[in-house]
Structures are given as C-alpha cells and as structure tokens.
C-alpha cells in the first residue's frame, strides 16, 4: 500500500497547500459526546439524511423547518401514538418532500429508535459504546433494523452526528484503489468493505488521524479537483 503521506501531500497540492486542506477536514469527531444526543435529535437527523438521499441537500435543509413541525420535532413516542391518518395526511403537506416511502420510513425509524433507546438507555449511546473501528458493522446493523439507512445514508447519518465516520464516495474508492487496495470500483461486498475498514484502521492508526479525515483527505487526493469554497458549500461548512 501506498504510504498515507504521499497521499496527504498530494491532496494538498491540488487543494492549494496543507493550511487549506487542513481547513477542510472538519471538526474533529467526538464519538463519547454522541451520547448525550437525545432521542429526537437522533431521529431528526436520520430522517434528514433519508429525505437527503438522492435529493438536492440545500432543499432539504431550507425546508427542514417545515418538516420539524409536520413530524411533531421528531419526538419517537409521541410519533408512535400517532393514528395511520396522521401518516396518510403528511403525503399532502407541503411543508415537506411529499416521498410515501420516505414519510414512512420515518415512522419505522421511530419504533427503531425507541427500541433501542430502551435497551440501551438511549439511543445516543448506543452509537456511542459502538467500537469506533467497526464502521462496517454499525453499518450492516443500521441497514439490517433501521429503514433506509443503508449505504451512503447511513454514513452520512453517522457523519451528520459527528461520529468518527469515513464516506465511501466514488473518489475516496478510487483513492483507495489507486493506494493498492484490491476493491471493486464500486465497492458493496461485505469482503470489500471490510478491506476498506482494516485499511482506513490501520492508517489512522499510523497517522492519529480520525477516520474522518482519512477519509476526506482520500477523496480529495483524487478525481475532479473541486475548489475549497466548493467544497465549504457543499459540506455544510
């Protein structure tokens, strides 16, 4: 495999230097601090990533007032008390994506939620107590029991939360790849993703790097070269 320096240095080359691209790793995650999100917040941000999926995100977030009052501020038990006509009403609201499948994928994320809240004395922490080093298996366990929260989503879900999560994007495969990983370019299979979690592992390991940032400075070491400001606006930051 490629030493991970030689990856850094090439993309702070195309970014412009090792202060912008430092400037573009984000926060650093906090997987303890995930335990103190409550329930609500949790189901909020899934639902946000649902809706988010295959949708253009700033929509999304412009309209997520709305969405907070329609879904009641996503509180899990008072979601689940709600009769089936409060459920048929939201496909009509304009106050948000008007998507059945996503309407009531919040809904089951509501139950989802709640069941584990109460195993696990919250949701939150749940996600918190998860091995950072499993990302694969907290991926496979969202996309198993959750609703929509497989591939991409459930990353983003981890992400949005600050939970130490890398993103599979096409570049960061690509990265990966090119480094001398043996992975599909599209990368599903649980053997893919596993070589992909012991490697993004090992070089967090090396480097102190959270696998937030392995994963960012992957993806832009690679692939079309999207200027720092366009990146800012398209992560949110």
Sequence with gaps: MMDFQK???????????EAVMASLLGPM?????????????????????????????RVIEQKWPGFEQAFLGFEPKRLLFQPDDFW????????????????????????????VSKEHGGF??????????????????LGKHGSRLGGNTGQYFLRWLEWDAFIISGDM??????????IAEHPTS??????????????????????????????MSIGENHSPQALREYMGE
């Design 88 to 115: 048929h009403d939201l496909t009509g609201d304009e106050r948000i994506v008007r998507n059945p499948q996503k309407i009531k994928s919040v809904r089951d994320n509501a139950a989802f939620v709640e069941r």
């Design 7 to 17: 990856i850094r240095a090439r993309a702070a080359k195309r970014k412009g230097g």
């Design 124 to 141: 939150g922490r749940f996600l918190a107590d998860w091995p950072e080093d499993d990302q694969i298996g907290l991926m496979a366990y």
């Design 190 to 219: 649980k053997r893919d993703l596993d070589k992909i979690q012991n490697q993004i592992n090992a070089w967090a390991a090396d480097t102190g790097l959270p696998r937030r940032h392995v994963s960012r400075i992957l993806a």
């Design 173 to 182: 495969a690509a990265a990966l790849r090119d480094a001398g990983l043996d």
């Design 29 to 57: 995650p906090d997987n303890a601090a995930v335990a103190d999100i409550s329930d609500d917040r949790i189901l909020s941000t899934m639902a946000e990533r649902v809706f988010a999926a295959g949708f253009v995100w």
